[in-house]
C-alpha cells in the first residue's frame, strides 16, 4: 500500500515562499501521477498542481502558474511544491495525492486513491 507524509508548511508572509515535501513509501508506478491539492476554510478542495511520476509532465491550476513549481525525485519517492510570492488565497492545508497509473484530469479530486493528512500554510 502507499502512505504519504507531508510536511515544511508554516506560516509566512504575504510575497513569501515556502516548499513542501511529500514522501511517499511503498509501490507508486513509474506512470503514475503524483499532485498537490489545498482546501481553505469553507471551500472545496482544488488540485494546484500535478506532475506524471515518470515522464515530468506538469499541470497547473491557472492560480498558481508562475508562482508554484512541482518537481519529484524519483530516487527518493519524494514529490516538492516550491511556492513563491505567496498571496492570502494561497492559505490552506496542502496535501498530497496519488494515484498509480495515468489520469485523465490530474487536477481533480476524483483521480486519486492516495492521500496524505495535510500540512497547513497561513499567510500573514
Known amino acids: 500500500d502507499v502512505q504519504l507524509v507531508e510536511s515544511g508548511g508554516g506560516s509566512v508572509q504575504e510575497g513569501g515562499s515556502l516548499r513542501l515535501s511529500c514522501v511517499a513509501s511503498?509501490?507508486?508506478?513509474?506512470?503514475?501521477?503524483m499532485s498537490w491539492f489545498r482546501q481553505a476554510p469553507g471551500k472545496e478542495r482544488e488540485g494546484v498542481a500535478a506532475?506524471?511520476?515518470?515522464?515530468?509532465?506538469?499541470d497547473y491550476h491557472d492560480s498558481v502558474k508562475g508562482r508554484f513549481t512541482i518537481s519529484r525525485v524519483n530516487a527518493k519517492n519524494t514529490l516538492y511544491l516550491q511556492i513563491n510570492r505567496l498571496k492570502p488565497e494561497d492559505a490552506g492545508v496542502y496535501y498530497c495525492?496519488?494515484?498509480?497509473?495515468?489520469?485523465?484530469?490530474?487536477?481533480?479530486?476524483?483521480?486519486?486513491?492516495?492521500w496524505g493528512r495535510g500540512t497547513q500554510v497561513t499567510v500573514s
Open positions: 511503498g509501490y507508486i508506478d513509474t506512470s503514475g501521477c
Open positions: 506532475v506524471y511520476f515518470g515522464g515530468g509532465y506538469t
Open positions: 495525492a496519488a494515484y498509480p497509473g495515468p489520469v485523465i484530469r490530474p487536477l481533480r479530486v476524483y483521480e486519486y486513491n492516495y
